[in-house]
């Protein structure tokens, strides 16, 4: 996650609307899938991460509640903690924060962070 103080003070003047917000939830879900493999290939069976991903698009839609993505995005987390290779922990936090997005914008970014830490780790293996 970014440490830079100029970052985190931007972050906390920028105030985005409800669109700009599901515009930031999509982002996030499209970072995330693309790690989703990572996760996959460790724990083929749970779901999870996946149903955060699809949570934050539902969000979108206007097809959940907010808790509801926020109760998927816990779940992925959850899996994070149950994943065992930091690839995978990496991929299901991504997708959780992408989730989390409908709750505070501000998620996407640790989303898009988790998914590049991801993506780094696999490729160095």
């Known amino acids: ?4 103080s100029r970052l985190r003070q931007f972050k906390n003047q920028m105030k985005p609307d409800k669109q700009d917000q599901k515009t930031l939830a999509l982002r996030a879900a499209d970072c995330a899938e ?9 724990r083929p069976k749970d779901d999870r991460p996946k149903k955060a991903i699809v949570a ?5 839609r206007g097809k959940i ?4 993505a926020r109760t998927a995005a816990l779940a992925s987390h959850a ?3 149950a994943a065992k290779t930091p ?8 997708a959780g924060h992408a989730a989390a997005t409908a709750h ?10 988790y998914a590049s830490k991801a993506a ?3 490729t160095t293996f």
């Open 56 to 60: 934050a698009r539902a969000w979108v």
């Open 87 to 94: 690839a995978a922990i990496a991929a299901a936090r991504a």
């Open 34 to 42: 693309r790690v989703l493999p990572y996760f996959k290939k460790e």
């Open 79 to 81: 899996a994070a903690r």
């Open 65 to 68: 509640t907010v808790g509801q």
């Open 1 to 4: 996650m970014v440490r830079d």
């Open 120 to 122: 780094s780790i696999q």
């Open 104 to 113: 505070v914008a501000g998620h996407a970014t640790h989303a898009a962070s």
